[in-house]
């Protein structure tokens, strides 16, 4: 069994550094490139916003029965990570915008009056920006990688099912036996994992990471580091012989493909027009012989999403809406009350660091769809109480947004400002209120955008969980609940209708709410840092 368990969380791990990685790298290109543009940030960041909150059941379809069919042998393992990057993408993507765009005002005038080149801006001020907040954001990543781990592992829509090795497939194996020793061992094996992990590569990343921060005076002891990380720090010290050659060959290639073959810049309106009319008018010629060739099934699909709706009700799915809402702002409001004074405490007691982090990260890891049927019988007393299990869900698939986006927006809080505040001896909540908070603001709308979007990702499993809705179901309506129901029958067309008004509210609150609490949160900021 112990050799099995082993396997398993090696394939498991496996999967999460691959999406991980992709992760890390596509943050920083559509981060910094939606901070650094206001028309990409338009269009980019709402696009962002709608697909984190799609749950992650809507790219069953895709990411498993298309891409199994088009990439023979390992198309299911791809399946698996794509999954596991819509679970680890979207709060890294924010992370690094938010970066982006807190750059401060000072260093951006320098590099115009220097007329620093757009690739000198972007490798020595745009990316060392971000690099704390990717670290920052990494142990959230990595704890909904796990959280979701069992619906990227195991994957069913209607009758069809797949299954790849790993914890979460080994975990469902074990709970469809009874094998609940195996399901302890299988959590402490995990467990003990993510503990390696945290202390001997997120730990001395986020240690590492410190000296890109922008801060005026540097703090004389820093964070608390563990014994671990002056190895970390001496293997990274060493050097390979054949770096020469690799910068060679890396000058060699940037002569023979330069990067940049046109400046847009300095192009006027009308060619930038008329190379945009081309290229839609060559896009239309190209994709319009297929449209034309599958117009037929085009229509049937809209009409039959169309049906869907009719046959649904529009009143019932704005009921379930409804209430999916409320349950989704008391879950927010949960996540403020608890992550905020967390997150202050970690900063203020940096002693209690090193043992507190470890364990939450433990706890943000655990596969809670996994667990909650070993303990849902205490939350299908009444409504109330599933009401109270539904919410539980939903703090567990996000809640760790908050207090990463918390913990982190408090840590960039400049040294002067403490001095200041020890200086005058101010009182905790009074360093609460006037130094940490303003400088936190950007980081906290961050994480209550993402983890809103982690919510309603969650929302599938909270209001429904398990086959048939056998192990936990809440009796009030839900969109959700009936999104989940949908998959079972694997009714696609009804799924798709749930689907596009989920995406319609998500774009109406992104443009309503978070957009503008953005915009308010980063001015109070400059306006912080300039007082």
């Known amino acids: 069994m112990l050799s099995e368990i082993i396997s398993a969380v090696f394939s498991s791990w496996t999967r999460i550094v691959i999406a991980l990685s992709i992760s890390v790298v596509a943050a920083f290109l559509v981060g910094i490139y939606s ?12 696009i962002l916003d709608v697909l984190q909150s799609v749950p992650i059941l809507g790219f069953f379809p895709v990411a498993v029965f298309l891409l199994a069919e088009a990439i023979p042998i390992i198309g299911y393992e791809v399946a698996s990570i794509f999954l596991l990057f819509t679970c680890t993408f979207w709060n890294l993507a924010f992370a690094t915008y938010e970066a982006a765009r807190s750059i401060p005002h000072t260093i951006i005038e320098v590099a115009d009056l220097s007329d620093l080149p757009q690739r000198e801006r972007l490798r020595k001020i745009y990316m060392p920006a971000a690099i704390p907040k990717i670290a920052d954001q990494l142990p959230a990543s990595l704890a909904n990688a796990f959280y979701f781990l069992a619906a990227s592992e195991v994957i069913t829509l209607g009758e069809k099912e797949a299954r790849v090795a790993g914890v979460g497939t080994l975990v469902m194996n074990y709970l469809t036996a009874g094998n609940y ?32 921060r922008f801060d005026v005076v540097k703090a004389e002891g820093g964070p608390a580091r563990p014994a671990i990380y002056g190895l970390y720090t001496r293997a990274l010290s060493i050097r390979i012989p054949l770096r020469g050659g690799f910068s060679q060959i890396s000058a060699l290639a940037q002569r023979a493909t330069p990067i940049q073959l046109v400046n847009i810049r300095h192009m006027s309106a009308d060619i930038k027009r008329a190379i945009l009319f081309i290229a839609v ?222 995406t319609a509210f998500i774009v109406a609150m992104n443009r309503l709410l978070w957009h503008r609490l953005y915009e308010y949160s980063s001015k109070a900021l400059r306006i912080h840092e300039q007082s």
Not at 35 to 46: D, F, H, N, Q
Not at 192 to 205: D, E, H, M, N, R
Not at 406 to 418: D, N, Q, T
Not at 435 to 448: E, N, R
């Open 35 to 46: 901070g650094r543009s206001r028309t990409a940030e338009k269009i980019v960041i709402p």
């Open 181 to 212: 020793t195996g399901i302890a061992l299988t959590l402490s094996v995990t467990a003990a994992s993510i503990v390696a992990a945290y202390l001997l590569v997120l730990t001395p990343l986020l240690s590492y990471s410190d000296k890109y």
């Open 281 to 502: 008018i060559a896009a239309l010629a190209f994709l319009s012989p297929r449209i034309y060739a599958n117009i037929d099934d085009i229509i049937l699909a809209v009409v039959s999403v169309a049906e869907a709706g009719v046959r649904l009700g529009l009143p019932n799915i704005g009921v379930a809406l409804g209430f999916s809402v409320i349950r989704l702002l008391a879950c927010l409001s949960v996540m403020l009350a608890v992550t905020v004074p967390l997150a202050y405490l970690v900063v203020e007691k940096p002693r209690t660091r090193a043992l507190l982090l470890p364990a939450l990260q433990i706890i943000a890891s655990l596969p809670s769809p996994l667990i909650f049927p070993l303990i849902s019988g205490l939350f299908t007393a009444s409504n109330l109480t599933r009401e109270l299990g539904a919410i539980l869900l939903m703090l567990m698939g996000s809640i760790w947004y908050v207090f990463f986006s918390a913990l982190s927006g408090f840590s960039r809080v400049h040294e002067e400002y403490l001095e200041l505040s020890r200086l005058y001896r101010l009182s905790v909540l009074q360093r609460f209120r006037y130094i940490y908070l303003p400088f936190a603001t950007p980081s906290l709308v961050t994480g209550l955008i993402t983890a809103s979007g982690g919510a309603w990702n969650t929302i599938i499993v909270a209001e429904r969980l398990g086959e048939g809705g056998k192990i936990f179901e809440v009796n009030s309506p839900g969109l959700g609940k009936i999104m989940s129901e949908l998959a079972e029958y694997g009714d696609l067309a009804a799924l798709t209708f749930t689907l596009i008004v989920l």
